[in-house]
């Protein structure tokens, strides 16, 4: 028995190429996919129009209305942010799969659940809906989504609303997942460092008060690394998350270059996963619409050791190999094709 495996020290291949990319805007082929869907920046001119003729008590939420104005039942609004939701998350996904800004479901989830964020609609609820957020006012997460939602769930049954909503969806998709990327902000740092094999811990500040309470939190990276071969980072927010992403954010900002150049490391079961992934190559190349072009035939020479040669396709993407099997001939192709294609980062 050789006992437990070593712990990891470092980070995966993965998630060093996810902090590369985050870093540098993204890839070439996201860069392209951009160009092609957006050579111009979304306006919000249907949206505008529909949403200004929405009533407040319709869809802003109590906890964010004036003490003047009436009571009207908040349980409308939150019924509505909630239908909203629905009918604004399949918009922005169709934005995000339908212009192929994503290569897989892991990286369309990833980039859903930024866009579709509270904090992003805290970030931007301004701008959509000016005339019922004044002034440029700073709105809590929470209250900005549940305003956009159930301003999405009212406008969507105006005529022209579901355009109005496709508008809405593009504009969000640009302005957080695109010019994110240009800028290069990082999407969920927490969950990044975690993945780069960090981690983060928060506190309460010692006589914060309740009505306005302070947290600090320590990142640290690699976590189970000795403790002098460490970084670490510390930040302040306003609740335990934001301190806790503060952290993570300035970890890799600070430490970002010396994070994605470290020496790769990768578990026993994520090398076994990959493994796996790449000895059944041709059928994961089957499940993303490649195929295999013509037949896969014997080659040789008659008494010649057999040679089999097999050419598969993937989009406009072809890939040719050779093998003393069919079967080997075709894998052979299939994982050229895929590893060309960032199957097997």
Not at 169 to 181: D, L, T
Request: hydrophobic letters at 35%.
């Amino acid at each position: 028995m050789g006992g437990a495996p070593p712990p990891r020290l470092g980070p995966s291949a993965k998630s060093q190429k996810r902090l590369k990319l985050d870093v540098f805007g993204g890839d070439q082929w996201f860069k392209r996919k951009c160009e092609d869907a957006y050579c111009e920046k979304p306006s919000l001119e249907l949206w505008h129009d529909l949403s200004s003729r929405l009533i407040e008590a319709d869809i802003v939420p109590t906890r964010l209305r004036d003490v003047t104005q009436h009571h009207v039942s908040t349980s409308d609004v939150e019924m509505h942010a909630l239908i909203g939701d629905k009918i604004f998350g399949a918009a922005l996904l169709e934005e995000i799969v339908g212009n192929r800004l994503c290569k897989d479901t892991g990286e369309a989830t990833r980039q859903y659940s930024e866009v579709a964020s509270n904090a992003s609609m805290a970030q931007l609820v301004s701008e959509c809906l000016p005339q019922h957020v004044q002034g440029g006012r700073e709105v809590e997460e929470h209250s900005a989504g549940t305003l956009v939602e159930a301003a999405v769930y009212m406008v969507n049954q105006m005529a022209g609303g579901p355009q109005a909503v496709q508008q809405l969806a593009k504009w969000f998709v640009y302005n957080v997942v695109v010019e994110g990327k240009k800028q290069r902000r990082f999407t969920n740092p927490k969950g990044l460092i975690i993945e780069l094999n960090g981690h983060t811990m928060s506190h309460r500040i010692e006589g914060t008060a309740d009505h306005e309470p302070a947290f600090q939190a320590r990142c640290v990276w690699p976590k189970e690394a000795p403790r002098e071969q460490q970084r670490e980072t510390t930040a302040i927010g306003k609740s335990k998350k934001e301190a806790e992403a503060n952290a993570a954010k300035e970890m890799l900002e600070i430490y970002g270059h010396e994070i994605y150049n470290a020496p790769a490391q990768e578990s026993a079961k994520l090398k076994e996963k990959k493994d796996l992934k790449m000895e059944n190559a041709y059928g994961h190349l089957l499940t993303l619409g490649g195929v295999l072009v013509g037949e896969c035939i014997n080659t040789a020479s008659t008494n010649e050791t057999a040679r089999y040669v097999a050419t598969v396709r993937l989009g406009n993407d072809e890939a040719r190999a050779e093998a003393t099997s069919k079967k080997q001939a075709i894998r052979l192709a299939s994982q050229q094709i895929l590893e060309a294609n960032g199957e097997y980062d």
